[in-house]
């Protein structure tokens, strides 16, 4: 299965408030609190820093705002994105394979992924959680056509 597969898979998906086309994304100049209210409302684990809401600058995931918390307590909130985001951003193309991002996510520790085109742009956001839904799905196909050419249909 490929990227550009699991981002049409997430328009089924049918979660609320948040389309396939929809990338989320926060100004590196925003605070931890506009940040973590953000990701509340939409409900989603991480957010794609980006100046112009096209190019990825870097990232920030809820788990970022939890360890700034653990560090400065309620001070935190007040800290510029910019501050604490991750901007060593890895991104894929709808090209890549999905098991191979699925294993490059779990060898670099990160649930997020921009997808980008040729220009750097971003399409969509993959999460863990599409690229283990779209390998499941996958699994269930080939033993549904394994199944059949076993019992000859």
């Known amino acids: 299965m490929l990227v550009n597969q699991l981002l049409s898979m997430k328009g089924l998906s049918g979660k609320p408030g948040v389309e396939a086309a ?11 609190q506009d940040a973590a209210r953000l ?5 989603i684990g991480a957010i794609v820093v980006s100046s112009d809401g096209r190019k990825p600058e870097g990232i920030l ?3 970022d705002i939890v360890r700034q918390l653990g560090e400065k307590g309620t001070e935190a909130l007040g800290v510029t994105i910019r501050d604490v985001m991750t901007t060593s951003v890895q991104t894929c193309t709808t090209g890549e394979d999905a098991l191979t991002i699925l294993e490059r996510m779990t060898q670099g520790r990160f649930r997020h992924l921009p997808v980008v085109d040729g220009d750097g742009n ?3 956001v ?3 959680g599409d690229a283990v839904s779209g390998r499941l ?3 269930a196909d ?9 019992m000859g249909s």
Do not use: Q
């Not at 929809?22 to 931890?32: F, G, M, N, S, V």
């Not at 080939?142 to 076993?150: F, S």
């Open 22 to 32: 929809t990338i989320i994304t926060i100004k590196p100049d925003a605070t931890l």
């Open 39 to 43: 990701l509340a409302e939409r409900r």
């Open 61 to 63: 995931s809820e788990r």
């Open 122 to 124: 971003m399409l969509g």
């Open 126 to 128: 993959i999460s863990i």
């Open 137 to 139: 799905k996958e699994l």
């Open 142 to 150: 080939e033993k549904d056509a394994l199944t059949g050419m076993i």
